[in-house]
């Protein structure tokens, strides 16, 4: 392997941004097919006034790969009822004053912390005690309010690994809903589940086991807020900006990088930031990563299986989104040999742990995962672990997928424990072993299963 230098990288980087302008972050870019198209058709369509009570919704659902997505549209003639925000909620039960108290302590904590007023986990766990809930919907067993009223729908399984030819009828169920960021006003995003024809879940819905899970432990309040990491690839399959034929300098600067030769592609970033933000999908943060091209978006503290959905909906606002921008985006855990791979690191927590000395909790629940590493292991990737064979080295942040350790602070354990949780004694802890194209309803399952209902 050849380092470039960085003046190389930098002549090289110009040179290819006068006939392809795609190589930074800039503009939308004019040279992908699709762009083209939402310049000139579509752009020229968007903006046709569609009658009001035609309201149209993309079904999206995990195909039989158990890691790619695929979506299809319907039109609807109403106008389907929305999950409300999370800090819309905690503010009309403040206002609602049902608990006077509990207002007071949380404007006090505003007050003397100068805590975001979103979506900091302290915050939710006050806006808990005032029983404001996370979710309006809990997705409690097969349908909830908002849910009800949209069709189950069908499509070809056969076409995407989930049935055979002659038996190829597959249904999707409506499980989650937001609003869709890309044709707006009462347009909707519908997560979905599949079902064979006999109404037996799909081998990659992991989905049903995992709201089983968190319906026999819901009153533990487990949290989970995920980061997912992914690359973004060129059209020719190699990591976006990187030089032809060669390789970056090698990393260190680009970790939450600043500068045209450390980041690429942040208005992309940026614009997937605000789609999920508008979407209803609790995004709490984003990062560039430690390798040039590779980002990380966080998503959470979700409840429960609810955790699955917003991560889905996530991967799937970010596909459309690099469609338009007329690059790939990759969950491979490993896309580059030496290089950082990609995590999908689960922060997870329960009530218990929240509470004053919660770290009493956060140890057991490790002691339990230490006894059911390889089994664990197995669920943190569409193939077995197989994928994370080559991510999980021991080098590179990350522990060997042999042994299972945890630490506090330390990035070289299967769990950390951060520094903040270790210091308070109450918290979360994070599970950094589940690869970054791993189904997050699996991987949610497998910690409420052995942590809080001891399977
Ligand atoms: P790291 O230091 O590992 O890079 P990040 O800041 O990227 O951590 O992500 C931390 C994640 O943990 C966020 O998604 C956040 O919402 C989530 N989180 C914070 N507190 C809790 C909690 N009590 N339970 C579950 N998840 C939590
Ligand atoms: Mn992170
Ligand atoms: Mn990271
Ligand atoms: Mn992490």
Same mark, same amino acid.
């Given at each position: 392997m050849r380092h470039i230098t960085t003046s190389e990288i930098q002549s090289d980087i110009i040179d290819r941004r006068k006939d392809n302008p795609k190589i930074l972050s800039g503009p939308v870019l004019t040279n992908s097919p699709n762009a083209v198209l939402s310049k000139t058709l579509l752009g020229r369509y968007n903006d046709l006034p569609l009658p009001a009570d035609r309201i149209l919704a993309t079904y999206v659902w995990i195909d039989g790969s158990g890691e790619h997505l695929r979506c299809k549209d319907r039109t609807l003639n109403f106008i389907p009822k929305l999950p409300k925000g999370k800090l819309e909620m905690i503010l009309e039960e403040l206002n609602q004053k049902c608990s006077l108290n509990a207002?007071?302590?949380l404007q006090r904590k505003y007050s003397i912390e100068h805590k975001p007023p979103f979506f900091s986990p302290r915050d939710l766990d006050t806006a808990f005690q005032v029983k404001c809930k996370l979710r309006e919907r809990e997705n409690t067993n097969s349908f909830d309010e908002n849910l009800k009223e949209l069709p189950i729908w069908n499509f070809d399984g056969s076409s995407t690994g989930q049935a055979d030819g002659h038996n190829s009828d597959t249904f999707l169920v409506p499980r989650a809903i937001y609003k869709d960021p890309f044709r707006r006003g009462n347009h909707v995003l519908v997560m979905c589940d599949t079902y064979k024809y006999n109404m037996e879940p799909t081998t990659s819905n992991h989905r049903v086991r995992c709201q089983a899970a968190y319906d026999k432990c819901k009153d533990e309040e487990p949290w989970f807020g995920i980061e997912q990491e992914y690359i973004l690839l060129d059209s020719d399959l190699r990591p976006f900006g990187w030089p032809p034929g060669g390789f970056p300098p090698p990393q260190g600067p680009y970790y939450c990088g600043v500068g045209a030769n450390k980041v690429f592609a942040r208005d992309l970033v940026e614009a997937h930031y605000r789609c999920c933000l508008f979407a209803g999908v609790p995004i709490s943060g984003t990062n560039a990563e430690v390798m040039p091209s590779q980002w990380e978006f966080q998503v959470g503290p979700s409840l429960g299986v609810s955790a699955g959905d917003d991560l889905w909906v996530a991967r799937y606002i970010l596909h459309r989104l690099a469609e338009e921008y007329g690059v790939i985006v990759s969950f491979d855990p490993k896309p580059v040999q030496d290089w950082n791979g990609s995590g999908a690191h689960t922060n997870f927590s329960t009530k218990k742990m929240r509470e004053e000395n919660g770290i009493i909790e956060i140890e057991k629940a490790i002691d339990k995962l230490s006894k059911v590493h390889m089994k664990h292991i197995k669920v943190y990737d569409p193939r077995g672990g197989k994928d994370n064979e080559r991510r999980l080295t021991g080098l590179h942040e990350t522990a060997s997928i042999n042994d299972f350790s945890a630490g506090v602070a330390n990035r070289g354990s299967s769990?950390?424990?951060?520094?903040?949780?270790?210091? @308070?004694?109450?918290?979360?802890? @994070?599970?950094?072993?589940?690869?970054?194209n791993c189904d997050p309803y699996a991987v949610t399952d497998a910690l409420m299963r052995t942590c809080i209902l001891d399977e």
């Open positions: 207002a007071e302590s769990i950390r424990i951060p520094r903040t949780v270790a210091e @308070e004694k109450k918290g979360y802890l @994070e599970d950094r072993r589940p690869a970054s």
